[in-house]
């Protein structure tokens, strides 16, 4: 019931995204009007609201599908159901509605339903998680009725139709504080990671398209407000160094997945503080399906080595299911942003953007250039463990193959391929044409190479404890003489000995000793040629 449902649904969106990409629809109901003040319900179909709309509804049937198998023995399946669907609603009601009420609405609905959703399985840790969770929701819903306070001025709630500037510059700050909120910001960072006791298709929509995106949708909503990304923007930029390197010390499989989420929304927010709103509205949609299909790989994983979630105890999956491996690959290599897969279209050109124009400060753009490489180090830590790890194999493992799982995941690895490439022709950037030489352009994959060396090595205790390595080029090296003994042996030695700067030396001392023995000689002949033919002239 619920495949077939989602499908109509899945359908009806795909014909209004090919409708709504040549026009906008806004309907109205008025719902009462007290003086000048009116309220009414007010619906809004552009093409943002109704791309987003379209992947929310793909990945919520993914996770649909994925559910019925993966809480296929819960008792409350049923439960767990009409929770998602009632949480996908109430996301639908924060896309579609420029009024601020009914986004509200949309807003308290995730809060409640994330509270419900992440204490599901009703034991302390999960309990904990969900009230930490909830507060810091209350937190940015509290910030919205200030918000709403101050915008009384204009009589109206409905934010679309009026220049932001008539807002104030309170309101508009209660409404950044608000979206940091949802989007888990520093100082607001702590409930994220904490949300991971939910199932993992509570995790999946959570962290793709659904309560953590909302506060980045709301702000790309509001188009100009650039004078306020100063203090904001150091704040995202810290949030991003923050769970880089976070991610890179974790071993749990589903917090490090949450880290990167936290990290990739730190960079869309820092792409709307510069200003580039289509490009963060599409690495929103190619980031919402990348971390949905991560989630269930990992969902997947979990599920067959007996809820264990600890990487150094995950070894060898590959070994026994090669494809779950492969779309985990994949994910992970689309998120890094390798050429042509979807994060390259916009990770790619946002870089090169900053690396151009750096429009506030150095800092900024080093920093997101290091979070770059450390989110390789995590991806690449994560893959290895998972595929080349043997030592902790526990031969106690549960694989299923059931078919709802290779339906949902398929679904999302294909938009995890294609779908960058077809929004960059379908959403019209407002882009120029930028030349770089060589080596520009391959810097940010000098970068990436450089993220994936280190993080072969234990972060925690070699990296940091040496100083990034300046220790080691300082002192003693063992692998460093084990090399040069053996550059010794092969070069040196070797055939640098016969056609090197020692041979081209000897050559030229026995050339140089030759040409005086020659001379020497020749003297001394003619030396004895004298006295023999003096001896016969007497």
Not at 103 to 129: P, R, T
Not at 263 to 279: D, W, Y
Not at 504 to 533: G, T, W
């Amino acid at each position: 019931m619920y495949f077939k449902m989602s499908l109509v649904i899945f359908y009806s969106l795909m014909y209004m995204l090919f409708m709504m990409m040549y026009f906008d629809l806004f309907i109205e109901w008025e719902i009462f009007m007290s003086n000048s003040l009116d309220f009414g319900f007010i619906m809004i179909l552009d093409w943002m609201s109704v791309i987003f709309l379209f992947i929310l509804f793909i990945i919520s049937l993914s996770v649909i599908i994925y559910s019925k198998e993966y809480m296929y023995d819960d008792k409350f399946n049923n439960r767990f159901i009409i929770l998602i669907m009632l949480f996908i609603l109430s996301m639908v009601f924060l896309i579609i509605s420029p009024n601020f009420i009914m986004v509200l609405l949309g807003w308290d609905g995730l809060g409640l339903i994330s509270f419900c959703l992440i204490s599901f399985y009703q034991n302390v840790k999960s309990l904990n998680a969900s009230i930490i969770t909830f507060f810091f929701n209350r937190m940015g819903d509290s910030f919205i009725y200030v918000m709403l306070f101050f915008i009384l001025k204009i009589n109206s709630y409905n934010f679309y139709f009026y220049e932001i500037n008539k807002f104030g510059s309170l309101s508009l700050m209660c409404l950044f504080f608000a979206c940091m909120t949802k989007s888990a910001q520093v100082p607001f960072s702590v409930w994220l990671p904490l949300a991971m006791a939910a199932p993992t298709p509570v995790s999946s929509l959570v962290h793709s398209s659904t309560l953590v995106t909302s506060g980045v949708f709301l702000l790309i909503r509001f188009e100009s407000y650039i004078y306020l990304n100063c203090f904001f923007e150091v704040l995202f930029v810290i949030t991003l160094l923050l769970s880089s390197i976070s991610a890179c010390l974790e071993n749990d499989m589903k917090k490090i997945i949450a880290l990167s989420t936290l990290s990739q929304l730190s960079l869309m927010m820092v792409m709307l503080m510069e200003g580039f709103l289509e490009v963060c509205f599409l690495h929103l949609l190619v980031h919402a399906a990348i971390k949905c299909l991560l989630f269930l790989c990992s969902g997947y994983i979990i599920h067959s080595f007996n809820s264990e979630q600890d990487i150094r105890m995950l070894s060898s999956f590959v070994s026994f299911y090669p494809v779950m491996i492969g779309y985990l690959n994949i994910s992970f290599m689309s998120l890094m942003g390798l050429p042509f897969l979807s994060a390259y279209y916009t990770k790619d050109f946002f870089l090169e953007i900053m690396y151009l124009y750096s429009f506030n400060s150095l800092f900024v753009m080093v920093m997101i250039y290091f979070s770059i490489m450390l989110t390789v180090m995590y991806s690449f830590r994560l893959i290895y463990n998972l595929n080349f790890s043997w030592f902790y194999f526990s031969p106690w493992v549960n694989f299923f193959k059931d078919y709802n799982f290779i339906i949902s995941l398929f679904i999302l690895l294909s938009i995890s391929l294609v779908m960058g490439s077809l929004m960059m022709w379908m959403i019209s950037l407002s882009m120029n044409l930028f030349l770089f030489n060589l080596w520009v352009k391959l810097f940010v994959y000098f970068i990436m190479f450089y993220g994936y060396f280190i993080s072969f090595y234990k972060f925690k205790s070699i990296y940091f404890q040496n100083l990034f390595f300046f220790e080691d080029l300082i002192n003693q090296n063992k692998y460093f003489y084990l090399w040069m003994n053996l550059f010794n042996k092969m070069v040196e030695i070797g055939w640098g000995e016969k056609i090197g700067g020692m041979s081209i030396y000897l050559n030229y001392k026995n050339m140089v000793m030759n040409y005086f023995n020659f001379h020497l000689l020749k003297s001394q002949y003619i030396f004895i040629f004298f006295i023999i033919f003096m001896f016969y002239l007497i």
